[in-house]
């Protein structure tokens, strides 16, 4: 391996990991401590994209029709979304956020955003500076 290859490496290994860690520090600031990220991830969902079918659902978060209906259960039972008969096509069933469902959603990002600002409070305009051009590389980075 030549020199450019190995630092390409360890630069791709660090910035995993420190993704990972900060992912994994964001997600822990929530509204409901019992919810899971993929539950989360189902009520942000809804509240990005709007109502959705079980089947659209489980396409966007890439798991199965079943593990998708499981959570979708879980979370109607504590009352974040509902299931609704489509008016058009009665074969076809909506969910959609409840008022509590948005509640978590906005909650729980408020929490993340605040936990963010402080962390990012800590650091030099110079260091602040560096993770906004970072944003804008890891997001280009992500959309390839």
Same mark, same amino acid.
């Given at each position: 391996m030549s020199a450019t290859t190995d630092l390409q490496t360890s630069t791709a290994a660090d910035?995993?990991? !420190?993704?990972?860690?900060?992912?994994?520090?964001?997600? !822990?600031?929530?509204?409901?401590?019992?919810?899971?990220?993929?539950?989360f991830? %189902?009520?942000?969902a809804l509240k990005v994209h709007g109502i959705h079918t079980l089947g659209e659902l489980a396409e966007r978060e890439r798991v199965t029709a079943p593990s998708m209906n499981r959570t979708v259960n879980c979370l109607?039972?504590?009352?974040?979304?509902?299931?609704t008969t489509d008016a058009d096509?009665?074969?076809? %069933?909506?969910?959609?956020?409840?008022?509590?469902?948005?509640?978590?959603?906005?909650?729980?990002v408020r929490r993340r955003d605040a936990w963010l600002e402080q962390a990012l409070a800590a650091l030099s305009d !110079?260091?602040?500076?560096?993770?906004?051009? !970072?944003?804008?590389?890891?997001?280009? %980075?992500a959309d390839a």
């Amino acid at each position: 391996m030549s020199a450019t290859t190995d630092l390409q490496t360890s630069t791709a290994a660090d910035l995993r990991m !420190a993704t990972f860690r900060l992912a994994r520090r964001l997600r !822990a600031q929530r509204a409901v401590d019992t919810m899971s990220d993929g539950q989360f991830a %189902v009520l942000a969902a809804l509240k990005v994209h709007g109502i959705h079918t079980l089947g659209e659902l489980a396409e966007r978060e890439r798991v199965t029709a079943p593990s998708m209906n499981r959570t979708v259960n879980c979370l109607e039972e504590a009352g974040y979304l509902t299931r609704t008969t489509d008016a058009d096509d009665r074969r076809k %069933v909506n969910i959609e956020l409840t008022p509590e469902g948005l509640a978590v959603v906005k909650e729980t990002v408020r929490r993340r955003d605040a936990w963010l600002e402080q962390a990012l409070a800590a650091l030099s305009d !110079a260091e602040r500076a560096a993770l906004a051009e !970072a944003a804008v590389i890891m997001r280009k %980075v992500a959309d390839a």
